[in-house]
């Protein structure tokens, strides 16, 4: 099983609360059945199965631009079970689909 760890921010920031796209975001990653979701304020991680991983950026994308982002910026891993990165070789590659069903 493939799994992947994306690393995201949006942008425009305010320190002094939530903008309404990081909300946005937040809500979609901590309803998409992650097995990790590490939420903060300049960046945030998520860990799962790449099928979930890749419906949820999908639609953090849509929904925190439909919300007022500027920019968001985001990393993707290949991870191996234990949550490390995946060396060379290591894990396998996400399927020519993107894990779509």
């Known amino acids: 099983m493939v799994r992947l760890r994306v690393e995201f921010t949006t942008e425009p920031f305010d320190l002094d609360e939530p903008p309404a796209h990081a909300e946005a975001a937040r809500e979609v990653v901590q309803n998409a059945g992650m097995d990790t979701v590490d939420v903060g304020p300049f960046g945030n991680t998520v860990e799962g199965r790449a099928e979930a991983v890749l419906g949820a ?4 994308l849509r929904r925190s631009l439909e919300a007022g982002a500027t920019r968001v910026s985001l990393q993707v891993n290949v991870v191996d079970g234990g949550g490390r990165e995946a060396g060379p070789g290591g894990a396998a ?5 993107g894990g779509a069903r």
């Not at 950026?57 to 953090?60: I, K, N, T």
């Not at 590659?93 to 689909?97: I, K, N, R």
Request: net charge negative; charged share 35%.
């Open 93 to 97: 590659a996400v399927p020519e689909d």
């Open 57 to 60: 950026v999908d639609a953090l």
